[in-house]
């Protein structure tokens, strides 16, 4: 069955800056937008940034300027580049389709911000 899996999050101090990595299937690279969603702790899981499937970028509020979202269809991966983090970008950061889940989410890559 089809899987992500998500890496690269960490422990980083207040201002720093951390480049997740997503892989899958070349089925949703080929076919599907794309989003990089969070879950911070007792949250639901928000779609913070999204990439169609030719680039075009979309983020939410909170993180405008500080994230890019960028995809490489030909390698079948998807980065989050994160820079200025602050304590409230806390959490799970998961990757997979959107809108919505086309497959099972993967185990996430947890992300700290704290001094």
């Known amino acids: 069955q089809a899987q992500v899996v998500e890496s690269g999050g960490g422990l980083v101090q207040p201002g720093g800056s951390l480049t997740l990595s997503c892989t899958g299937p070349e089925s949703l690279f080929r076919l599907y937008d794309l989003a990089w969603y969070r879950q911070g702790p007792g949250n639901q899981r928000d779609l913070v940034a999204h990439?169609?499937?030719?680039?075009?970028?979309q983020y939410e509020d909170s993180v405008k300027g500080r994230f890019t979202i960028s995809r490489d269809n030909a390698k079948n991966t998807m980065n989050l580049q994160m820079t200025s983090l602050k304590p409230e970008d806390t959490g799970v950061y998961y990757c997979?389709?959107?809108?919505?889940?086309?497959?099972?989410w993967g185990q996430g890559t947890q992300v700290t911000v704290s001094s």
């Open positions: 997979n389709t959107s809108p919505g889940a086309a497959v099972p």
């Open positions: 990439i169609g499937l030719y680039g075009v970028t």
